[in-house]
């Protein structure tokens, strides 16, 4: 927020000099569902719950969530193939691999804690930081 501040004290200042018409700045964030659209964005947020819309139907479904991983390189491939996203069906863990160019839309899966800090057990430690859940397929989706 204190960025945000600053460049918007430096911003009305430039824009006064050259002269340009602004009423208002304002800051704007692609939100807790943040769209995933680029392969940096997977990477990026590698290892997070997302929500993936495949283009074409996997068993039935095209909607599946879970926590997203980098697939491991073939034998004999110096880069990964594509990705992973790891869900629980039932009580199993499951894998569906895929290609980005197989997607149709991929989102972050908002996470929202009002609690504050993470409560801490006897031993002083806090809970594992960065471990998302493994999260079931998307309910009620039909494939379409």
Do not use: H, I
């Amino acid at each position: 927020m204190e960025d945000c501040e600053q460049v918007t004290r430096q911003l009305q200042y430039v824009l006064e000099v050259e002269g340009m018409e602004y009423s208002r700045l304002e800051v704007s964030s692609p939100g807790l569902d943040r769209p995933l659209r680029r392969e940096t964005d997977f990477d990026r947020f590698a290892g997070q719950v997302v929500s993936v819309t495949l283009k074409l139907a996997f068993k039935g479904r095209k909607a599946w969530q879970g926590v997203l991983q980098r697939a491991e390189p073939a034998a004999g491939e110096a880069l990964p193939g594509g990705w992973n996203l790891l869900f629980k069906d039932g009580k199993s863990e499951q894998v569906l691999g895929f290609r980005f160019d197989e997607v149709r839309e991929a989102r972050l899966v908002p996470v929202v804690d009002f609690k504050g800090r993470k409560n801490r057990n006897l031993s002083g430690e806090g809970e594992q930081a960065g471990a998302a859940p493994a999260m079931a397929p998307v309910p009620g989706t039909d494939g379409g």
